[in-house]
């Protein structure tokens, strides 16, 4: 069935990305048409939230770039993680990263903040220094960015936004002390992948910083029903960059003084 031949209401494109995830296959185009616009797309991602048999235990940051930023006007956007696929990393353990073979995976090394208390429904608009005031702790921690669509990332945000934005996962480290004081160049990671270093990064690699990922879920939470809870997790965006792997590759991500985190990939579903 090609994409035309598809009814492309928001309900039913997110029925076939919610089917591709729980029959744990991939799809060969965007089931439907690709959303045109952000607020569109959010349609979607809220329509499939509703389908989904989990509950929200954090959101996902991610930035959009390029000509898609001018497109949008924007340069973030936001994805569920749901509570079954958040995870805590112990030393020396291989952690699993679940991929959709012949779909899209990838790992993100992540500046993750632990929510404290509930930010108030009702607040739209937040600063900085707000932001921080709801914040119980900083991690260190490992996006796992997988979707049954291998194009996702090449057809945009709408597309991204349209599956959970493009999350499949977060594994949670260690607390990283006196973050307040070290939002910046000297919190820095790196990732490797199979024994080859593929990026760098600190604090300062997330556009304005962290805080403004976290104050960016703070904002579209509320605007969309979905204020941000004690006990959450933001991902504040991908520190070394988005790093592509595969099935049965070795990752390791470090964040200097703070934790490592040793991965495989593997199939989604793999016991």
């Known amino acids: 069935m090609t994409s035309g031949a598809l009814n492309n209401t928001a309900d039913e494109i997110a029925l076939r990305f919610v089917a591709a995830r729980r029959e744990q296959r991939a799809l060969t185009e965007f089931p439907g048409k690709l959303p045109e616009s952000l607020e569109a797309a959010y349609k979607v991602q809220d329509a499939a939230i509703k389908l989904w048999s989990d509950q929200i235990g954090g959101w996902k940051v991610g930035l959009i770039g390029g000509q898609f930023k001018i497109q949008h006007g924007n340069n973030r956007l936001v994805g569920p993680i749901f509570k079954s696929l958040i995870r805590t990393s112990a030393s020396n353990v291989m952690n699993s990263i679940p991929v959709f073979v012949d779909g899209f995976g990838a790992i993100e090394a992540e500046f993750v903040f632990k929510i404290g208390k509930d930010a108030p429904a009702d607040k739209f608009e937040w600063t900085n220094e707000e932001a921080a005031s709801v914040v119980e702790s900083l991690h260190a921690g490992v996006e796992i960015a997988s979707s049954p669509l291998p194009t996702i990332n090449d057809l945009g945000p709408t597309s991204v936004i349209s599956d959970f934005g493009n999350?499949?996962?977060?594994?949670?480290?260690?607390?990283?002390?006196?973050?307040?004081?070290?939002?910046?160049?000297?919190?820095?990671?790196s990732t490797e992948i199979d024994g080859k270093q593929v990026g760098t990064g600190t604090a300062a690699s997330i556009p304005e910083g962290p805080l403004a990922s976290l104050v960016f879920?703070?904002?579209?939470?509320?605007?969309?029903?979905?204020?941000?809870?004690?006990?959450?997790?933001?991902?504040?965006?991908?520190?070394?960059?988005?790093?592509?792997?595969?099935?049965?590759?070795?990752?390791?991500?470090?964040?200097?003084?703070i934790d490592e985190f040793k991965c495989e990939a593997v199939a989604v579903g793999t016991k």
Do not use: E, M
Request: proline share 5%; hydrophobic share 40%.
């Open 217 to 257: 879920a703070l904002c579209v939470g509320a605007s969309r029903g979905f204020p941000l809870r004690a006990g959450q997790y933001v991902c504040t965006g991908a520190a070394t960059g988005v790093h592509v792997i595969h099935q049965h590759q070795l990752a390791l991500i470090k964040f200097d003084g």
């Open 167 to 189: 999350n499949n996962g977060l594994i949670v480290g260690a607390p990283i002390s006196n973050w307040q004081q070290r939002l910046g160049p000297s919190l820095t990671c």
